[in-house]
């Protein structure tokens, strides 16, 4: 019988043949390594040799799925997973450390309102939507973060990372925009790849390690200047000193414009405005 019109495809679906190697007569050959299809062979895909195709499966799944859900632009949010909720406790090695965690437990509050206030921005003429909050999806400032856009009824992306000790995606983010990664770098390229405002809060290692290559990629021209807004001032003061950098000549006087202090959730968001002009 000939067909009135042109097929759209030709070759089976991926998942057609894959679900036909499930039927395969069971023999010594059907049952031998060699013989499963490539892409459903873990054993296979977790060789070191295939290590560039996991990176590009990695950056690969995010895009696609970020882009089928019209995230246009993201405004990102790092900070401490140790620093508690208001009234709740810290867990910490000393009571005085505990006692400094806790006193910075208003920026949980400050991170929900930032993201609560970015949350609201309509999406523009193409239906794409814009400064969605993204987070590392777990405790803490992540957690306010995405709670904040949840307050809203807005939803949010939780970028987490498989970890030696488990850390489970917190319970705000949206549940089709929560990811997992393997690489530590394919992860942070995802958090930059959509940010048009980055939110930092008083954090360590990690938050250091997120701020700094961002500075660094704006410094040298690598990515465009966006927003990158410093909570805590006191904090930040103290554990870098910027202005010495500037003095020892390592950094230039302008590179300091990188960088806005900021205190409250609405003088951040005022801040993100008047750089582009939405204000």
């Known amino acids: 019988m000939t067909e009135n019109h042109v ?23 059907t049952e031998a390594a ?17 290590r560039p195709v996991r990176f590009q499966l990695e950056l690969l799944k995010t895009e696609l799925l970020l882009d089928e859900a019209k995230i246009g632009s993201t405004i990102v949010f790092y900070g401490s997973a140790r620093i508690p909720a208001p009234g709740m406790e810290a867990s910490a090695a000393t009571p005085e450390i505990a006692k400094r965690l806790e006193a910075k437990s208003h920026y949980y509050e400050i991170s929900r309102q930032l993201a609560a206030l970015a949350s ?17 999806g777990g ?3 992540m957690e306010a973060a995405n709670r904040g856009a949840a307050d809203v009824g807005a939803e949010s992306i939780g970028l987490n990372i498989v970890l030696a000790h488990e850390q489970a995606p917190n319970p705000y983010v949206t549940p089709g925009l929560s990811f997992q990664f393997h690489y530590f770098a394919l992860r942070k390229m995802h958090f930059l790849l959509r940010a048009r405002a980055v939110a930092v809060f008083p954090g360590g ?17 690598k990515t465009k200047r966006m927003p990158v807004l410093l909570y805590g001032r006191e904090f930040w003061n103290r554990i870098v000193n910027f202005k010495a950098l500037v003095e020892e000549g390592v950094i230039s006087p302008a590179d300091l414009d990188l960088l806005t202090f900021a205190e409250t959730a609405e003088e951040g968001w005022t801040a993100i405005q008047r750089f582009y002009g939405m204000a």
């Open 7 to 29: 097929p759209a495809r030709i070759f089976a679906h991926a998942a057609q043949d894959a679900e036909a190697a499930k039927k395969a007569t069971s023999s010594p050959q």
């Open 120 to 136: 609201k921005t309509p999406p523009d003429s193409d239906g794409m939507r814009q400064f969605v909050v993204c987070s590392g």
């Open 205 to 221: 290692f990690g938050t250091l390690d997120e701020m700094f290559e961002l500075l660094t990629l704006m410094q040298t021209g």
């Open 34 to 50: 060699s013989y499963r299809l490539a892409f459903q062979d873990d054993e296979f895909l977790l060789r070191d040799d295939l």
């Open 139 to 141: 405790p803490s400032i």
